[in-house]
Structures are given as C-alpha cells and as structure tokens.
C-alpha cells in the first residue's frame, strides 16, 4: 500500500543528535549523510518516455521481518520511497540514510545525488529505505531500552538484503526485479556507508556493486581522531587560539582554586553549572562540532566560520597564523558565547537543563516515545560502535578539553538505558566494538565492486579507510577515492560543481559503476529458479504497495 505525504523543501541537514536537549541541539556529532538542499516538486514526476510517474514524496510500506533470526515473529511496516525516472533495463540503486526519519532523504531518488547521478546514466531506478528504529518504521510501541534488543547493526544488514529479494516495487515489472533478476546497488553515506560495506560482507551475495561515502567502518570506543582533521584543516590562528585556551582551561578546570574556576565558568555564561566536565565539554565541543555543517558550498556566514572570525577579527584585521593570544581568545570566545552562541544553542532555556548531563529525570533520557533518532543511535552507541568524541591523548595537540573522557559518555548509556544497564560496568561498548570489527571487518574490508569515497576535511575521516595511518590499496576492485570535502560531499551533486576534488571523486565512480554494470549478467534459468524457491519458502516473502 501506499501513504500519500507531502514534502516541502529540502534544507541541508547540520546533524542528528546523539541525545537530543530540551532545544533539540545535540550533544554528540552523529555520523549521518546529509539532506539536499534543492527543493523537491511536489507534483507529478516524468519518465523519459513520458509516463507520469508518482511524486518523489509517495511514502510506500515494505512487510519487513521483526526478527530475522525468528521468522515466526512475523513483520512490521517499514517505509520507503521510490522512482522509475530514468528506468529503462538498469540497475536498482537502494539507499538508507541510517539515524534519522527517511522522509526529508527523498532528494536521494533524484539527480541532486550520486544516487541519481548513477541511475540517470545506466538507466536505473532509486530507492530510499528508512532505517528499523527510525522514524515511522518500528516493530515496538516505544523506545524503551527493553525494547531495543533487536535494533542492532545484524539486523539492519538484514533488513537490506531481504528487501531487495523480497520488495514488489510499484513499476512495471517491479515482481521481477530481485537481485537474481537485475543488478542492485547498494549506496550510503557516513553510518549508512559503513552499512553498505558491513553488508557487502555479510551479504556477499546480495547487491551488485556498493558506494560507501564517508563510511565509518572502523568502529572505535575512543574516537578523540574525529576533532583532528579540524584541527588540521581549520584557519591556522583560530586553531592556534582555541588550543591555548583549552589549555589554559584544563589547566583551571584541574586545580583547586574556585574563585579562578567560577571566573571561567561566568566567561561563557555557565556559572551556575556545577560539573566541570559537562562545562568543558559543552564549551568547547560544541563550537568544533559546527565543523561538520560546512560543505563546499558553505559560505563565509556558516557559524563555524562566524565563531573562527569572532575570535580572530579585531578592528577589522585578521591575526596572524599564531593567533592574538590567549587573553584576547579568552574575552572573545566569551563574548561569543554571551551575545549570539548561548542563546541559539539554548534558546533560553535554563543553561543546567540545556548542557548538563547529570540529572536522570532530563527528558533527554525519559522521552521514549518513537521517531526519537537521538536515542535509536545511543543504543548503536551503547552497545555497537562507540565513537565518543573526547579530547586527545597527551602529547597530541587539543582544541577540544581533555577533561571528557569515555567514562563521561558512557555513564550518560546507563541514565538513558535504566532499564537495561544498573551500572556503566554493564555498558557492552567495548565487546561491541570489538565484534563489530571482527564481523565486518573493518578497515581490513576487502570486497568486490565497492567504491569508497572520502573527504579530506571529514571529521569522520579518521574512521573510514582515509585515515591517518591506515594503509589500504585502492584497487580496481575496490577502488578509494578521496578529494578535498568535508562529511559525505561527494553524494551530494552541487558539492561537485563548486569543488573540482569532490566532481572528480563522483565522476570517478561514475566510471567503475558503469564497467561493474557491464560485467552482470542475469543467472541461469536454473540457477534463479532454486535461488526463486529458496526465497518463496520463507516464512513471509512479499511486500505491499
């Protein structure tokens, strides 16, 4: 069946939260593809032969497994979006955007994308597939912790692959249009990046070819390496100013003396906050997290920008690569925060309610209720994949605290999850990490037909296998790409025609995606027969459109 929907506008997504305050600002960076920011026609959509096909904001439901493990549970509805544009005899390209509510993901169906890029040019059709867990497509009442125990990374792989051999598509021929019928393409961004090469492992089998955007394959607890390509890549003054005033801070923060410490906290608006790690952590993680807004197409205006200016801009004149020193960064960093920063991070809001992370009643942890994508990635968090973004080691240079470390986040899993963890000894963090990256490989992925592509000034490049450090072979089998954007660039097209780097990367995987297409071909008869009985003799096969 279908549900009729409307869509408005599409504004380019900042970022999800890991654990939403009172004005919805997050807490954490979340590893998340971003939205279009071209508008979409409501109306009708035109096929190239002329056929008026539905608009791309026609929400259709898939009868998706609860269980994979245990078919007998029977099935929820799981939302997706679809267009046959530029369908001819092509491939089927499926996409998830992972942690959030697919519906503003609809851009994805279109040529504003890589997705759509792809389908134009070999004559394909798009899917967007909205993640278990996220918006409208859940197999529980709430969001309980309790309730979570099949929200796991397992799962969504799962998810993908029965899918694509189970879906009827609303198109002609969409009956026969399974993986042992036409080739699928498997694209993602970020998380849903790691997805499309977790699955590529796990489901060898299943999709065609793959595109991983920013894709943080390597699951890390303590990912203190998501703030140095900022560092790195950030106006060098700025950069030079904010690690001496977190050195300073850390310096206060540390010590004894409480008239020097109150005198810091009232720098920023915060002294009526007790804890000083959730001072340290909200003063200065959250200026670093606007990094990962920019795009190449983000102007001079984007408030990273603004905050990097209102430290280095005296009189109209710039400081020089050294900075202007740590008493002016001290005066300017506050007078930020106290006129503009606080205000729009808080909305007025009481600054403890807003930024502090120690009451267990804050709605932050209570809120159960469903399209809750902070909490649904908490779990991940909690449980799978780590990625606490905490200042570095001694000896690395800091332009976030060193003061918040993983015990910091990692108690905040125990208040959100009650009724799952008594203590922070009960968090799995650590044993899922590890399994993560025993199961799927990780940095060690070494698959067929999958493209990677990455950005230098990627907060989460140091995750994907662009990182620093990590040697692996870009081949003609698994090819990486990287030019010079931020978070997911790559799958958006307006990125390419502002950054030569970024176009050079697509029109890169433009390229292997057309000589992997010429390389399928279709079963036998035989061999789709056994493979079509196999798939009929599940417990629930179809879909309904």
Same mark, same amino acid.
């Given at each position: 069946m279908l549900v009729a929907g409307i869509l408005g506008s599409l504004v380019l997504c900042v970022q999800v939260a890991v654990a939403l305050r009172p004005n919805g600002r997050l807490n954490r960076a979340t590893p998340i593809a971003p939205i279009p920011e071209e508008a979409l026609s409501e109306g009708p959509v035109v096929s190239r032969n002329g056929t008026q096909l539905p608009p791309y904001n026609t929400t259709y439901i898939f009868n998706q497994l609860i269980d994979h493990t245990n078919p007998s549970l029977g099935t929820f509805?799981?939302?997706?979006?679809?267009?046959?544009?530029?369908?001819?005899?092509?491939?089927?390209?499926?996409?998830?955007?992972?942690?959030?509510?697919?519906?503003?993901?609809?851009?994805?169906?279109?040529?504003?994308?890589?997705?759509?890029?792809?389908?134009?040019?070999?004559?394909? /059709?798009?899917?967007? %597939?909205?993640?278990?867990? @996220?918006?409208?497509?859940?197999?529980?009442?709430? +969001?309980?912790? !309790?309730?979570?125990?099949?929200?796991?990374?397992?799962?969504?792989?799962?998810?993908?692959?029965?899918?694509?051999?189970?879906?009827?598509?609303?198109?002609?021929?969409?009956?026969?249009?399974?993986?042992?019928? /036409?080739?699928?393409? %498997?694209?993602?961004?970020? @998380?849903?990046?790691?997805?499309?090469?977790?699955? +590529?492992?796990? !489901?060898?089998?299943?999709?065609?070819?793959?595109?991983?955007?920013?894709?943080?394959?390597?699951?890390?607890?303590?990912?203190?390496g998501y703030f140095e390509p900022i560092r790195q890549f950030m106006p060098a003054n700025c950069s030079a100013d904010v690690e001496a005033v977190i050195a300073h801070v850390d310096e206060v923060f540390s010590g004894n003396d409480a008239t020097a410490i109150q005198v810091l906290k009232d720098n920023w608006g915060l002294g009526e906050m007790t804890h000083l790690d959730d001072v340290a952590g909200c003063m200065f993680r959250n200026n670093l997290w606007d990094w990962q807004s920019l795009s190449p197409t983000s102007g001079p205006g984007a408030t990273f920008f603004q905050f990097c200016d209102a430290l280095e801009v005296k009189d109209g004149v710039n400081a020089p690569a050294t900075g202007w020193g740590l008493d002016h960064a001290l005066t300017a960093w506050g007078s930020f925060w106290n006129e503009t920063y606080l205000d729009a991070l808080c909305g007025g809001d009481d600054v403890v309610d807003c930024l502090g992370s120690y009451n267990p009643e804050s709605a932050v942890y209570t809120d159960i209720a469903l399209d809750n994508a902070g909490r649904s990635w908490t779990w991940i968090v909690c449980n799978e994949v780590g990625f606490l973004q905490e200042g570095p080691p001694e000896g690395v240079p800091a332009v976030v605290t060193r003061l918040v470390q993983p015990a910091y986040d990692i108690r905040q899993c125990v208040l959100m999850f009650s009724d799952v963890f008594a203590s922070s000894a009960d968090v799995p963090m650590a044993a899922g990490v590890a399994n993560v990256n025993k199961q799927y490989t990780g940095w060690n992925v070494s698959v067929d037909r999958l493209f990677f592509a990455n950005g230098q000034r990627d907060p989460w490049r140091e995750a994907t296998v662009s990182a620093d450090g990590v040697d692996v072979a870009s081949t003609n089998t698994q090819p990486i790409a990287i030019g010079d954007g931020f978070h997911c660039s790559d799958l958006l097209t307006s990125a390419g025609t502002v950054d030569q780097t970024v176009r050079a990367v697509q029109t890169e995987a433009l390229s292997f995606m057309k000589t992997w297409l010429a390389e399928w071909e279709a079963p036998s008869k035989t061999s789709k027969r056994e493979i079509s009985e196999a798939r009929h003799s599940r417990f629930f096969k179809n879909v309904a459109v």
């Open positions: 509805q799981q939302r997706y979006w679809h267009t046959y544009e530029w369908y001819e005899t092509g491939p089927v390209i499926l996409f998830t955007p992972g942690e959030a509510n697919a519906q503003p993901y609809t851009g994805y169906l279109t040529n504003a994308t890589i997705n759509g890029q792809i389908a134009q040019q070999q004559s394909g /059709a798009t899917i967007v %597939l909205e993640h278990r867990f @996220y918006g409208l497509s859940n197999p529980v009442p709430n +969001l309980s912790g !309790k309730n979570l125990k099949l929200h796991t990374i397992q799962q969504a792989i799962d998810d993908l692959a029965y899918f694509a051999e189970n879906v009827v598509l609303p198109m002609p021929n969409g009956a026969h249009l399974s993986p042992t019928d /036409a080739p699928w393409i %498997l694209i993602g961004g970020s @998380y849903s990046g790691a997805l499309t090469s977790w699955t +590529l492992v796990n !489901k060898p089998d299943v999709f065609w070819a793959g595109y991983a955007s920013s894709a943080v394959v390597e699951a890390i607890l303590d990912y203190w």
